[in-house]
């Protein structure tokens, strides 16, 4: 039976790195427009990175607690594949744009530490495509801590399994073990294949997808 794990690398800001990822074969791209991001992008910004992305990988526009005219700017202006919510942002706020849309869930943050509470929260999120699923820390994400996959096991009864995206913590010294183990349909990282905090590093991207291609070649033997 074949296996593969889809990638996205988030916080995307140099278009020479777009390019090494996409000749790496990743799947999506992650652009930041959030201004407390050490990632973020300005809006104009943005919209040139986001036009350099390819016919068949998919560019994802995260979000912080937006306020409803900058989402509808995103999807008139810009246009990306998917918005990704990465904030408090309620179900109904997500999906009053009727737009296709990643819901991140912050694994510990309070109300969201048991796997009753992660699976009941995510439960709320009826239209999302998929969820990512990141470390609760300050700041929303991009701190490169991980957390308890085995959290997400209610969540895997309930879900599909193309729903769930794994963020949080992944670098190329831990990836090939941890698709060994839980076999994720798709990740999600940032800083784990970064030089400085919006600055990807070219070989930390290929020894990272060395190492998840070795992984899931363990799994198909």
């Known amino acids: 039976m074949s296996y593969r794990t889809r990638i996205k690398f988030c916080g995307m800001t140099h278009p020479d790195d777009i390019q090494q990822a996409v000749d790496l074969g990743v799947d999506a791209l992650g652009f930041i427009l959030y201004p407390k991001s050490k990632r973020a992008l ?35 202006e810009i246009k990306p594949d998917y918005l990704q919510f990465h904030g408090d942002e309620s179900a109904e ?89 839980y076999q994720p349909f798709a990740v999600d990282l940032c800083s784990g294949v970064e030089s400085s905090p919006g600055h990807k590093d070219p070989v930390k991207m290929q020894r990272f997808m060395s190492e998840l291609a070795l992984g899931q070649a363990r799994l198909r033997v």
């Open 42 to 76: 300005s809006f104009e910004q943005l919209k040139l990175l986001v036009a350099k992305v390819p016919v068949w990988v998919s560019s994802v526009v995260l979000l912080v607690n937006p306020e409803v005219d900058e989402v509808r700017r995103v999807i008139t």
């Open 93 to 181: 706020f997500c999906e009053q744009f009727n737009y296709p849309y990643l819901r991140a869930i912050r694994v510990g943050a309070p109300g969201i530490s048991t796997p009753e509470e992660i699976a009941h929260v995510t439960a709320q999120y009826q239209q999302a495509k998929a969820f990512i699923f990141d470390a609760y820390s300050q700041g929303y994400g991009g701190a490169g801590i991980s957390f308890d996959a085995d959290l997400l096991n209610v969540v895997r009864e309930q879900q599909a399994k193309d729903k769930i995206i794994i963020a949080g913590g992944l670098h190329p010294q831990n990836i090939r073990s941890f698709v060994q183990k």
